[in-house]
């Protein structure tokens, strides 16, 4: 009697794919544009705070933005070469952080978050998403600009 050996072979998750090909496709953007001067978006169905037009954006890390909030800890969800995102809980309210490596990859991921819709203060190389009211109250001590996207 003639035996047939099986393989299996794991088929990757769509998630992972999915994951895998938006960091291919970040890295792959952020290495072909040049880094310019930070520009006020004017993209269809995108607001930026009319007091913000021009203004040079802070700087700020992860830690500085989450020591900023008062935030105990964070809950780190993604710690990639190209951004950082994490969930951050005070008494205030729920924040996500977002950090990037280039302005190039900020852009690309806000131009992308506009399909979700959403308010966002914006700075240099960073995002914080959560309500407008704790955004304005953010803004008054980080900086940056608030974007509001509708989808």
């Keep these: 009697m003639r035996t047939v050996a099986r393989t299996t072979r794991r088929k990757p998750s769509a998630v992972a794919c999915a994951a895998a090909l938006g960091m291919f496709l970040l ?32 700087t700020a890390g992860m830690e500085q933005i989450a020591g900023t909030l008062g935030c105990p800890s964070i809950d780190m969800q993604v710690d990639a070469t190209e951004l950082r995102q994490a969930v951050c809980r005070t008494s205030r309210g729920r924040y996500t952080l977002v950090t990037f ?22 700075g240099d190389r960073w995002v914080v998403i959560a309500t407008p009211a704790l955004l304005e109250a953010l803004r008054e001590q980080l900086g940056g600009r608030i974007e509001s996207m509708r989808h």
């Excluded at 952020?30 to 802070?58: E, I, M």
């Excluded at 490596?101 to 914006?122: E, F, P």
């Design 27 to 58: 890295s792959a953007c952020a290495a072909a544009v040049p880094s310019s001067p930070v520009r006020v978006a004017h993209h269809h169905g995108t607001h930026v705070s009319p007091d913000a037009a021009g203004q040079v954006l802070p």
């Design 101 to 122: 490596t280039t302005d190039a990859g900020k852009r690309m991921w806000l131009d992308a978050a506009q399909a979700y819709g959403g308010t966002y203060l914006v």
